[in-house]
């Protein structure tokens, strides 16, 4: 098959793969119809970590990519819930679907959960078919969905949800979203939803800031003033719930400044291994902070039935769009940030 191919840092190649097979019998093959690419995907374009892992120009070759959906093409004998022919969407990462955290839900807590398309354990699904470990779990229908509320629901509109429910917003109270990629603009529109009088966005780049205001956010530029400037909005008394979106560093560490006494910041951004918060900062304003990588399977009973029925929009996040073969300019064109881009499709086919 062809397949985008992580050959090295910023080194992603269109090129020649072995087809997968099916790995277990709870394993089913997708034929991927369309993929998009995430803002964690950059930590391991631009050679950074994620987790205990460095990608380097020794990191063996693997299929990248975690957001994807496709047609069931192959499905193992201990698949239920999926027949050949269904059209699905897959959630980003899985675990094993035989240990007990996996057979209560709790996918991510599976010793053997990962993601796609990070390494040469599970292979991402950029790619013209890809196997799909514990698919009863991990699969979803998108009968009714379009391919784009289908690609937000593999991971990013799951994130955002994640991310911004464990800050604790309250009906009436006041959120702020740090970083304005994808997941920060769906948690500026979920926070309204969820009932925040007052939703402050921030990030450094101008049409990013613009989209959370159009959302009706109040928006700022980060900066040393930052912080001065949220204390002024609040009358004094910072932020109740904080969501750290990107995992920028700069923007790590903006959160704590901003949030009020007995408030919660909650982080979903993949950090390098040296970043790290103020203790001081959470100790004296009694200041809860979570961190966390999403279950994306255990956030779709909340989500899908609010992109049905419309109260979630996530509209105008997708700005442009390639075929496969042009993954290696889909890659630099989305770390650029140019060219207004905020999230990208890829078409396979
Ligand atoms: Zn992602
Ligand atoms: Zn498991």
Redesign the pocket.
């Known amino acids: 098959m062809q397949a985008l191919v992580f050959n090295g840092p910023r080194d992603i190649r269109y090129e020649s793969y072995p087809d997968p097979e099916l790995r277990s019998a709870n394993s089913a093959i997708l034929k991927v119809e369309s993929c998009s690419i995430c803002g964690s995907d950059l930590h391991m374009y631009h050679g950074a970590h994620i987790g205990k892992t460095q990608y380097g120009e020794d990191t063996p070759n693997f299929c990248v990519g975690h957001e994807f959906i496709g047609e069931v093409v192959e499905a193992g004998s201990d698949v239920h819930g999926f027949k050949v022919g269904d059209k699905v969407l897959a959630a980003g990462g899985t675990?094993?679907?035989?240990?007990q955290?996996?057979l209560t839900g709790n996918?991510w807590s599976?010793?053997?959960?990962t993601a796609f398309g990070l390494g040469t354990e599970l292979q991402g699904g950029q790619a013209e078919y890809v196997n799909v470990p514990n698919a009863d779990r991990t699969l979803y229908s998108t009968d009714g969905l379009t391919t784009e509320q289908s690609l937000l629901l593999t991971d990013g509109m799951a994130t955002a949800y994640f991310g911004l429910t464990r800050a604790d917003p309250q009906p009436g109270g006041t959120v702020a979203v740090v970083g304005l990629g994808p997941i920060g603009i769906i948690a500026v529109e979920l926070a309204f939803l969820l009932g925040a009088s007052k939703v402050f966005a921030i990030d450094p780049v101008a049409s990013r800031r613009e989209m959370a205001a159009k959302l009706g956010a109040t928006v700022f530029a980060p900066g040393p003033d930052l912080g001065g400037q949220i204390m002024q909005a609040t009358g004094g008394s910072g932020v109740q719930s904080v969501f750290e979106a990107s995992g920028a560093k700069g923007a790590i560490n903006s959160v704590l400044p901003l949030v009020a006494r007995q408030g919660t910041a909650s982080f979903i951004g993949i950090p390098e291994p040296d970043d790290a918060l103020s203790l001081p900062l959470i100790m004296f304003k009694n200041v809860t902070v979570r961190g966390g990588i999403c279950d994306v399977q255990n956030m779709w009973p909340h989500l899908v039935p609010l992109v049905q029925s419309g109260r979630i929009k996530a509209e105008g996040l997708f700005s442009h769009h390639f075929d496969l073969s042009e993954g290696a300019e889909a890659y630099r064109l989305f770390d650029s940030r140019e060219d207004g881009v905020t999230k990208v499709t890829i078409s396979v086919d």
């Open positions: 675990g094993c679907g035989t240990c955290q996996c996918v599976c010793r053997k959960s």
